[in-house]
């Protein structure tokens, strides 16, 4: 018998982020025949990002709007979610493993009183036998997990599940109005966004990553055009962001951000663990390093011993020829 699945689908900008179609694939393939699959979209003025939900077939996208909800905040997000959760009554909820679903999950787990798996790569379904595969140790090893009983809330990692590409008749958009909580605990009171390059480092299917081999703020500029020349984005190992070459906010490792980009370009990093627990599942890793003996090459699919100040313009060159 099939099960119903509810995806927290999550939008960015107003703008669907690809994850939550990642989630609803893994819906699909958790549903099983005769499943029901609805997905909850939250935010303020999400309505382009509902009808690009409800393009890919399933029960019922619903869309709880307001304008509190213009940015993700704990106690608004689960109270827009949980009438959503109590009225569907999932067997599965699906979030993505980003920010926002790292902090939503267990709230919605404590909820139904139900296991979490986070951080899930990859979904084996054979018959009723489901596990779940998730790195451990800082992407040294995986594990693989399974649950006893139900129901099961699970956060997937963005970039490692094919995304939903089903077609088929449009999915009604419920739209639901949202009703505060009373007490209101805590509240967003301002967002201060860095200007320059908005694309989501998490979902980029290329990085180019700076360390401190780049030696100054400028040093980024060549790693930038050639994200740019590859329509990727820019990453950097925590020694550049300490040394103020770059923003926090492109910093990646263990106490940054975990990408799974198709190809990842470390230049003038080292390969320190906490850099490797950011980066080390990236589907093709090049490094340009001018130590030889650098970490990063025991982990890269291709090195470039070098320096990347040499490197780095030529590839752009030879990409932009292209
Ligand atoms: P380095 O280790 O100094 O390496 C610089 C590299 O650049 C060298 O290999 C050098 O050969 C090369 N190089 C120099 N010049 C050139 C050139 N012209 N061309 C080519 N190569 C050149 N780090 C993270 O990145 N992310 C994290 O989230 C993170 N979290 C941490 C959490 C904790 C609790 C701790 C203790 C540390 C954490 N770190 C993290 C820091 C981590 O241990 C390393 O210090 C850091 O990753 C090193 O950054 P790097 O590789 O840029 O610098």
């Known amino acids: ?145 399974r649950f006893l009983t139900g129901p099961w809330v699970v956060t997937i990692r963005p970039n490692n599940l094919q995304a939903d590409a089903t077609n088929g008749a449009a999915a009604p958009i419920v739209k639901r109005t949202y009703t505060e909580p009373t007490p209101v605990r805590s509240q967003v009171v301002d967002v201060q966004r860095k200007s320059g390059d908005t694309r989501d480092l998490t979902e980029a299917k290329v990085v180019v990553s700076g360390g401190r081999g780049v030696r100054s703020a400028d040093g980024f500029a060549p790693l930038a055009e050639l994200a740019e020349v590859l329509d990727g984005a820019l990453g950097a190992s925590r020694a550049a962001c300490d040394a103020g070459y770059c923003d926090y906010s492109l910093q990646i490792g263990q106490t940054g951000k975990v990408v799974t980009p198709d190809v990842y370009i470390a230049c003038g990093i080292s390969g320190a663990i906490q850099h490797l627990a950011g980066m080390s599942q990236s589907k093709l890793i090049i490094a340009i390093n001018k130590d030889g003996e650098a970490p990063i090459f025991d982990i890269a699919d291709y090195g470039v011993v070098g320096d990347l100040f040499e490197i780095v313009p030529k590839l752009t060159e030879k990409l932009r020829d292209k």
Request: net charge negative; glycine share 6%.
């Open 1 to 145: 018998m099939g099960k119903t699945v509810l995806v927290i689908a999550e939008q960015k900008d107003q703008k669907l982020r690809q994850v939550s179609l990642e989630a609803l694939a893994a819906a699909r393939q958790l549903a099983g025949d005769g499943g029901n699959i609805v997905s909850v979209l939250v935010g303020d003025n999400v309505d382009a990002a509902a009808q690009q939900l409800a393009d890919h077939e399933q029960s019922q996208v619903v869309c709880v709007t307001a304008d509190i909800l213009v940015s993700y905040e704990a106690e608004h997000y689960f109270a827009a979610v949980q009438p959503v959760i109590d009225e569907v009554k999932p067997d599965i909820v699906i979030l993505p493993h980003t920010a926002s679903g790292r902090d939503l999950a267990p709230k919605i787990a404590c909820h139904l009183d139900a296991g979490q798996i986070s951080d899930v790569v990859a979904i084996e379904a054979v018959g009723e036998d489901v596990t779940f595969k998730r790195p451990i140790y800082a992407g040294k090893a995986f594990e693989t997990k």
